[in-house]
């Protein structure tokens, strides 16, 4: 364990990365600062995998508990919660494919996110 800041950087050598109920918290240009560290720390190493566990909301305006959490991101830490389409724009600008997602215990899903 070690202790950061990841909006500073985010410790090297890892082949995993885990980011569970963190990017929920952050607007994208947050998100992106952290998510650019961490695409920094990774480097050359394009095995090393990314991986996000989070909501993935409805992309149709129907009831969704995903919805709710979005809300309550908002207003209490000026955060959001965000669809596939949203995952996937959000990491391409940050450097990362997002290749699979897999449902887990709802809400959450499991995003695996590859360097590019
Ligand atoms: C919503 S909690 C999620 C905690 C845990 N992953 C979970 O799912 O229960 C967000 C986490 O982000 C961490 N965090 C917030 N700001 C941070 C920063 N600048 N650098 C590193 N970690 C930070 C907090 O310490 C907290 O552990």
Redesign the pocket.
Known sequence: MVS????SNVPEGPDAYIL???LH?WDDGECGTILRNVRKAIGENTDARLFLIEAVMTEANVWDFSRILDLEMLVNVGGQERTQRGWATLLAASGFELVKVTRAVPPNNILECRPV
Do not use: L, T, Y
């Open positions: 950061g800041d990841f909006f569970k109920s963190v918290d």
